[in-house]
């Protein structure tokens, strides 16, 4: 699809039929590492009509990536890499007897990659709406291929299955529990990674593609409790989630949103969120020549390392359709047992690998 379509198609959604209420919302984002950029135009008009009972959303994304990372230096000989991604989303939600219903449709285009998924959710209403039990489902097919090698395409299939359940505990207070299953088969991994080797005297070889199990089974819980404190008048999110996966990778997430409004045009939110995770079961930083396991990896999330981030959102209300806001996050990454090879054949430059981001973004809420 064109961008001039899916424009197109923004453009007939933000029309307005009668008794309409229509929202859009534009951000640019940045994401710098020192060593990849990335910068991340979006655009996303909803719509609601029929009294409220129907909402339509139709949203497009572009990732423009700069990249010299690690790895990129490591094993390309260009030593920086180029990519543009294009991304195009459109949901439907309707109400029903006691709930809703809504389907989706995403899909996601770039020089070496597509993706295509189909969902649909629901959700039911008991107890006068104070309990909600919500369900979903969506189906991917990604074909995989390879900027250097015009022959090479391989599928990568997922879906996704999830269950909610919300309880409103009192006035201020709300909680809610969820699970996640998703299943991923086919090409699980990247053509571009490369598996770290040395000989049994520590002398580096040459480099092999990563090959990963065919199947990945990914599992994750969460429970969010939303809490709003009328003395302080400040809204309190806390979420934890752990995840477990077929490849034995464990993670731990602990996150923190505080947000506050300082009279009707001022608002300000604070982000805190802890990761830890441990290795996947194949995973090693060098692989030993002549034992190398029939899974390998250069995946450096497989490893064992943690994540910090704290962001910040102030926003401000020009009018009470109008309102532009901005975001600031710093991201640090530590890894216990990845080491950033600099160039391939000389281990005396290696070193632990560390990466520290920040990301801004500026945007623009429009209610009318």
């Not at 999330?301 to 981030?309: A, D, K, P, R």
């Amino acid at each position: 699809m064109t961008k001039s379509a899916l424009l197109l198609m923004i453009l007939l959604a933000a029309r307005p039929a009668r008794g309409a209420t229509v929202e859009a919302s534009t951000l640019v984002r940045h994401y710098d590492d020192g060593e990849t950029r990335v910068t991340s135009p979006s655009l996303d008009v909803d719509t609601v009509f029929n009294n409220d009972r129907m909402k339509f959303g139709v949203g497009v994304a572009n990732d423009i990536l700069t990249s010299a990372s690690s790895d990129v230096r490591t094993y390309s000989s260009k030593g920086q890499i180029e990519d543009n991604r294009l991304e195009f989303s459109s949901a439907f939600e309707t109400a029903v007897p006691d709930g809703t219903m809504g389907f989706g449709y995403t899909q996601s285009d770039e020089v070496d990659y597509s993706s295509r998924i189909v969902s649909a959710s629901a959700t039911r209403e008991f107890f006068q709406k104070n309990t909600v039990i919500g369900f979903g489902f969506s189906n991917g097919q990604d074909r995989i291929g390879d900027a250097s090698d015009p022959m090479f395409e391989e599928p990568m299939n997922h879906q996704v299955y999830s269950l909610s359940l919300t309880q409103v505990l009192s006035r201020q207070s709300i909680v809610q529990f969820l699970y996640d299953f998703r299943v991923e088969s086919g090409y699980v991994m990247s053509p571009y990674r490369k598996a770290k080797v040395k000989d049994a005297t520590g002398a580096i070889q040459p480099s092999l593609p990563e090959n990963h199990p065919r199947t990945r089974n990914r599992n994750a819980l969460a429970v969010k409790y939303n809490y709003f404190s009328q003395p302080l008048d400040i809204s309190f999110a806390t979420t934890y989630r752990f995840y477990f996966d077929s490849w034995e990778v464990r993670s731990h997430t602990l996150e923190e949103r505080i947000s506050k409004e300082f009279g009707k045009r001022w608002s300000l939110s604070l982000i805190l969120r802890y990761y830890m995770q441990s290795k996947a079961s194949f995973f090693q930083d060098y692989y030993e020549d002549g034992n190398v396991p029939p899974f390998r990896t250069g995946n450096t999330t497989l490893s064992t390392y943690n994540s910090v981030l704290a962001g910040l959102r102030p926003q401000y209300n020009i009018s009470s359709g109008f309102g532009l806001y901005m975001k600031y996050e710093y991201y640090l990454q530590t890894f216990q047992d990845v080491s950033d090879a600099g160039l391939y054949f000389d281990a005396n430059d290696d070193k632990k690998l560390k990466t520290n981001a920040q990301v801004v973004g500026l945007g623009l809420n429009m209610k009318f």
